[in-house]
């Protein structure tokens, strides 16, 4: 199981220090997925939908512990309750927005990445598959829309 | 970049031939993901998401075609613009409901993977970061809520 980077994703941050992390109302960080050319041929079509999912490697982490303690919160969870970057398998997920696409560059909104992250793979955003229709979101329920005063070194938390 | 299994995701289906695949109304189908000892500490608070997102791995798939013709498309689409399995970097993403957690088996429902496939991570699903407000699907638009009329080996397709 050997991976293989398609792309790069380029994002207004340099560094995960003040990077905001999705979602925000009041955010709209924007950035491109830059494809090898090697991969053009794949990306037809792709800008008939308007959210695609990004998967990608986290680059600049190291290890996993299997406790985190998220921001602003008294008590740890379970790293698989989180979206936390430390992970066995680091392979970050993000929705975006497709704003455009030009041959192999799209420009995205909502990005919430690293400038410079490995792209792994591309997939379109499809409500019928990826939105149920009634989520409960456990212990982020009711916090997670207020992310927006979040930044993303909170996601780079300390095993607890 | 070199991932390892965390586990292994168990189904009804013990191969490609007549497996449904997300999404269904009139399909339930019911599966375990099992997670290795080693990390059961991380699936702590996982049972109060409703929904979880699966990464695995395609372990079934040989190599890639950039693109791909759809079952009961006419024309060929990019692949990026597919689910199709057979991509560059063979990860699979299914969001399902969660049902409970017994110690580090997840009874899952909407499970749409062939038995045995290698379990890379488990993220929590989060509605405020995960499932856009308004998403247009594409070439998939009212064609991915008539999916239950598929199976798998449709996405199992051949390069055009």
């Given amino acids: 199981m050997q991976l293989t980077p398609?792309?790069?994703i380029r994002s207004p941050f340099p560094s995960e220090e003040g990077m905001p992390i999705q979602p925000s109302g009041a955010w709209n960080a924007v950035g491109e997925v830059v494809v090898d050319a090697a991969y053009a041929e794949g990306l037809a079509?792709?800008?008939?939908?308007?959210?695609?999912?990004?998967?990608?490697?986290?680059?600049?982490?190291?290890?996993y512990s299997l406790t985190?303690?998220?921001?602003?919160?008294?008590r740890s969870r379970g790293l698989f309750a989180t979206r936390a970057p430390r992970r066995p398998n680091p392979i970050g997920l993000s929705v975006v927005q497709l704003i455009e696409r030009r041959d192999t560059v799209l420009r995205i909104r909502g990005v919430d990445v690293v400038d410079g992250t490995p792209l792994l793979d591309i997939k379109p955003y499809v409500p019928a598959f990826d939105a149920p229709e009634k989520a409960r979101a456990g212990w982020l329920e009711g916090k997670a829309e207020r992310s927006e005063t979040w930044t993303a070194d909170d996601?780079?938390?300390?095993?607890?």
Same sequence: chains 1, 2.
């Fill in 6 to 8: 398609i792309g790069t």
């Fill in 45 to 63: 079509d792709v800008e008939g939908f308007s959210h695609i999912i990004l998967l990608y490697w986290f680059h600049r982490v190291e290890g």
């Fill in 68 to 74: 985190v303690r998220p921001f602003l919160e008294e």
């Fill in 155 to 160: 996601r780079f938390v300390e095993k607890t």
